[in-house]
Every structure is written in structure tokens, then in C-alpha cells.
């Protein structure tokens, strides 16, 4: 069994900063990727940054790159989401992710919210 635990979402002013974190546990070991998807209102969840479990380069979506950054922590199994200047379209629920060979797993999200 495995579980996600996001934190470290809040209210936020355009230009401010927030740092999201995800507690993994369960089967740790046969993750092959991390990362992040958001959810704004009346749209589809979207792909935002992810991190090979092993080790290797991160990927970003096109609309956080130079903004956004991930960063893992295998010892303490927790993936965080450091989010600089920070746009109102940044806004929603964020979620964490993991994928293993077989599965696709997410946590219960975190708001984020950045007024203008």
C-alpha cells in the first residue's frame, strides 16, 4: 500500500513564494518517478514537474520552468515543490504523484491560491 501526503500549500501573493512537500510510505522502493500535477477550477489536471526516484534530471512543464523546482529526498521518502514568483494562474489543487511499474498513485491535494 502506498500513501501520499501533501503540505505546505496556502495563500500566497503574486510574486511571493510557497513550498510544497509529499511524505511517501508503502512500497518507496519500486517508485520509478515523482512529481506534481495541478487541478485549477474547470480544468483538467495538469503535469507540472517530476523527478526520476533514482536519480537523473527533473522535467517541467513549459509554464513553471525557471520558476519552479523539484527536489527529492530518498532517505526521508518526501519529494518538495519549491514555487517562486508565484502567478495568479498558478492557482489550484496540487497533487502529488508517484508511479512503479504497474501503478499510478496520488496524494489528496494541497490549495494553493495566488491573489493578484
Known amino acids: 500500500q502506498v500513501q501520499l501526503v501533501e503540505s505546505g500549500g496556502g495563500l500566497v501573493q503574486a510574486g511571493g513564494s510557497l513550498r510544497l512537500s509529499c511524505a511517501a510510505s508503502g512500497r518507496t522502493f519500486s517508485f520509478y518517478f515523482m512529481g506534481w500535477f495541478r487541478q485549477a477550477p474547470g480544468k483538467e489536471r495538469e503535469f507540472v514537474a517530476q523527478?526520476?526516484?533514482?536519480?537523473?534530471?527533473?522535467i517541467y512543464a513549459d509554464s513553471v520552468k525557471g520558476r519552479f523546482t523539484i527536489s527529492r529526498d530518498n532517505a526521508k521518502n518526501t519529494v518538495s515543490l519549491q514555487m517562486n514568483s508565484l502567478k495568479p494562474e498558478d492557482t489550484a489543487v496540487y497533487y502529488c504523484?508517484?508511479?512503479?511499474?504497474?501503478?499510478?498513485?496520488w496524494g489528496q491535494g494541497t490549495q494553493v491560491t495566488v491573489s493578484s
Open positions: 523527478i526520476p526516484w533514482s536519480g537523473g534530471n527533473a
Open positions: 504523484n508517484a508511479r512503479d511499474l504497474v501503478s499510478n498513485y
